[in-house]
């Protein structure tokens, strides 16, 4: 008999046999040591989760209180591959913690569905049509480059070459042949080329997170959004909402994956975290507009990576027009030109995509802030993209100083813990110099968020004293919040150095600090000279 579970520090899928169960052994991916657990009478049917606390929190809710939750999926465990982990049988399953119906009661009555504007509506019409005709426009012009190749050996070097004798038409007619190819093949490659650098992806799960869990699921009744079907966590400072499966959970239906960043969850209050969330999900309520915020992103990648990318193939390209290759140069080098010609076409394209899908992706984040204003108030709405300015300029100077440490072999442990000392020891002029840019910004035609002054004034008129006021650190909802944010910094090491980093070479983050005087802008050992 086998027993199948995962390391509790990086979380690999191990087998061994049952007679080895309660000794210990060596992680082989980390080289940690750890207990094996002894293998279970019977599986749970019923894991402690969000589903199972939402009948509870309802009986205990006044009697005037008559909704309807809405009908949640079964949570769908993402796939196992080589880039993604997930915590699906821990070693211990943590408890629900005791106060934690005391902070779901703490939640309203659901909030109203905001009711689309004229402008949404219109913006949804006119980007519909649009982005439809873009990719058509994209592969006539494709097309039509075939098409002007297949016409030319079909009619036009009889035309230009009427006795066909001598070396000339030959020549013209291999380089318009190559021409045609190069050019088309460098169209085409973008979109069939698979993206060059994997993101590595956590999930939790209720076993894993059950207080995490249960919240998120109110948040998803008072909202009436559909429960994610994934959550996932990340190393960044960011939440999102997005399709799990990319076009086919787009056909499927609500197949969603709700993306949390962990270090934001540091920066934040549980007041805060619901509007943030409660925004998210406001996406989720969109329907259409979701959809068509997939197919808009989709589309605008195509031409991004037609325009911009670049990778060995550009570069063998670029090789061949040199003086070194001065024969295939005659061949090349038109044909290099009208691969820049034709990405200038399509960068107009790109542009048009870009301004008519702004103003509904603009429309949808306003849409998505009087979700987050009626759930944690049109006052704390301020509050929270204020704190999540700070947050995010935190975050890039962290990713800076993070690189710099990085390259003499210090790597932290804590991410979430390096911003949040960034936010405590920001000067009042790096502050003040924040708010300024904060307050001055303007939306552009080509931006897919509002500015934020654009943002507080429409979350002020809906005037909302907010549902849900607990300001309590929002971290405390993850079962272990050091752990979970110690395991996204090892996924950064491991996905920006393209190696797997051994977990005990990280360093305790909070020793650093006391080595360093690490802030905005400096990574200075203690007393000595400046490193950078």
Not at 110 to 139: D, G, H, Q, R, S
């Amino acid at each position: 008999m086998k027993i199948g579970f995962r390391c509790r520090h990086c979380h690999q899928k191990l087998t061994i046999s049952a007679s080895a169960a309660g000794t210990r052994q060596k992680c082989p991916r980390c080289l940690e040591e750890l207990v094996v657990p002894t293998p279970p009478a019977q599986p749970n049917p019923d894991p402690v989760g969000a589903t199972q606390h939402r009948e509870s929190l309802k009986d205990s809710t006044s009697s005037s209180e008559n909704w309807k939750s809405p009908v949640q999926r079964s949570l769908r465990l993402p796939s196992q591959r080589a880039e993604h982990f997930e915590r699906t049988s821990p070693l211990y399953a943590p408890e629900f913690p005791a106060d934690g119906l005391r902070i779901l009661k703490a939640f309203g009555r659901p909030i109203e569905k905001t009711e689309p504007t004229w402008a949404y509506k219109i913006a949804v019409a006119i980007v519909a049509l649009v982005m439809i005709t873009l990719p058509m426009i994209y592969f006539l012009f494709v097309g039509s480059i075939c098409y002007a190749t297949y016409w030319y050996y079909a009619h036009a070097q009889y035309q230009l070459f009427p006795s066909m004798v001598g070396p000339l038409p030959y020549f013209v007619g291999s380089a318009i042949g190559v021409i045609s190819c190069v050019v088309v093949f460098f169209l085409l490659k973008p979109i069939f080329a698979a993206p060059a650098n994997v993101a590595r992806t956590r999930s939790i799960t209720p076993q894993s997170d059950p207080m995490l869990f249960a919240f998120v699921s109110r948040v998803c009744d008072v909202v009436g959004s559909p429960f994610p079907t994934r959550i996932d966590v990340t190393y960044d400072v960011n939440a999102s909402a997005s399709f799990r499966s990319g076009l086919s959970s787009l056909l499927r239906g609500n197949d969603l994956v709700l993306t949390i960043g962990v270090p934001l969850v540091g920066a934040l209050t549980m007041r805060q975290f619901a509007g943030v969330l409660a925004h998210e999900f406001g996406h989720f309520s969109q329907g259409t507009g979701m959809r068509l915020t997939f197919i808009i992103r989709a589309i605008n990648d195509w031409f991004a990576r037609v325009v911009f990318e670049r990778d060995q193939w550009d570069k063998s390209l670029d090789m061949l027009c040199g003086p070194e290759f001065l024969p295939l140069a005659v061949i090349t080098w038109p044909a290099r030109s009208c691969v820049w010609l034709s990405r200038q076409l399509l960068r107009l394209l790109m542009n048009i995509g870009r301004l008519v899908g702004g103003f509904l992706l603009r429309e949808m984040e306003y849409d998505a802030d009087r979700y987050e204003a009626r759930v944690a108030g049109s006052d704390e709405f301020a509050r929270t993209s204020w704190r999540i300015q700070l947050a995010g300029y935190a975050w890039l100077h962290a990713q800076s100083q993070i690189s710099q440490l990085a390259e003499r072999d210090i790597l932290i442990d804590d991410v979430a813990l390096l911003v949040r000392h960034h936010i405590a020891s920001m000067s009042d002029a790096i502050i003040e110099q924040i708010q300024k840019e904060t307050t001055s910004g303007r939306s552009g035609l080509f931006d897919s968020h509002p500015c934020e002054s654009a943002r507080f004034q429409n979350a002020a008129r809906e005037n909302a004293p907010g549902i849900f006021t607990l300001d309590e650190d929002a971290k405390n909802l993850f079962a272990d919040f050091e752990s979970m944010a110690k395991n996204v910094t090892w996924d950064l090491y491991c996905q920006y150095l393209r190696r797997t980093v051994k977990r005990n070479t990280l360093q305790d983050t909070q020793s650093v600090l006391m080595r360093y005087r690490i802030g905005v802008g400096t990574v200075r050992p203690w007393n000595e000279p400046d490193y950078y």
